[in-house]
Structure formats: structure tokens, C-alpha cells
């Protein structure tokens, strides 16, 4: 079954950074556009990221550009989102999620599978 577990968040000062890592099983992992979210406590889920599937392509939130980086490594099944310059509101927990297609976009609906989350707080 399809699995994605996230790991690397914690609590961070801001404009401090963090690097999130989601493992992932159960897939042909480089078939598959992968994208990260996050969601405040009472809030939309919100996208933050995606890559393509050889992982040439990305895409950011305009809120999050020039600040996060998201990879990927296909030979270890993995993906990373590089947070530097980190806010206060952006305290959430951040998701990793499989596309189900391969024209996948910022839309929560191209996204199929997601992982647990992990807890970023960015302390002011």
C-alpha cells in the first residue's frame, strides 16, 4: 500500500530554516508528481510546493518563493522541502502528497495519498 511518511520538522526561531524529508513505499515512486502542504490549526490545507516527476520541474506558492526549495531523489524514494527564512505563520504541520496525475497542480484534489505530517513552529 502506498506510504508516505514525513520527518525534519521542529521548532525553529524565526528566520531559521528546516529541512523536511518524506520517505515513500508501495509506489513506482518517479511515475508520480509528489507535492508538499501544510495546515494551521483551524485553517485550509494550503499548497507549498511540487515536483515534477524526474524531478526537473517545480513549482512554489507565491508566499513561499525564493525562500523554500523542494527535491528529489528517485534512486531512495524520497522528497525534501528546504526551508530557510522561516515565519511565525508559517507554523503548521507540513504533508507530503502523491499527485494522481501527471499534470498534477497546486490543487489539494490532484493529490491522492498524503503522509501524517510533521510539526514546523517557528517561534517569533
Known amino acids: 500500500q502506498v506510504q508516505l511518511v514525513e520527518s525534519g520538522g521542529g521548532l525553529v526561531q524565526a528566520g531559521g530554516s528546516l529541512r523536511l524529508s518524506c520517505a515513500a513505499s508501495?509506489?513506482?515512486?518517479?511515475?508520480?508528481?509528489m507535492g508538499w502542504f501544510r495546515q494551521a490549526p483551524g485553517k485550509e490545507r494550503e499548497f507549498v510546493a511540487l515536483?515534477?516527476?524526474?524531478?526537473?520541474?517545480?513549482g512554489y506558492a507565491d508566499s513561499v518563493k525564493g525562500r523554500f526549495t523542494i527535491s528529489r531523489d528517485n534512486a531512495k524514494n524520497m522528497v525534501y522541502l528546504q526551508m530557510n527564512s522561516l515565519k511565525p505563520e508559517e507554523t503548521a504541520v507540513y504533508y507530503c502528497?502523491?499527485?494522481?496525475?501527471?499534470?498534477?497542480?497546486?490543487?489539494?484534489?490532484?493529490?491522492?495519498?498524503w503522509g501524517q505530517g510533521t510539526q514546523v513552529t517557528v517561534s517569533s
Open positions: 508501495g509506489l513506482t515512486f518517479s511515475n508520480y508528481v
Open positions: 515536483i515534477s516527476k524526474s524531478g526537473a520541474g517545480t
Open positions: 502528497a502523491k499527485a494522481s496525475t501527471a499534470t498534477a497542480t497546486m490543487e489539494a484534489y490532484d493529490y491522492d495519498y
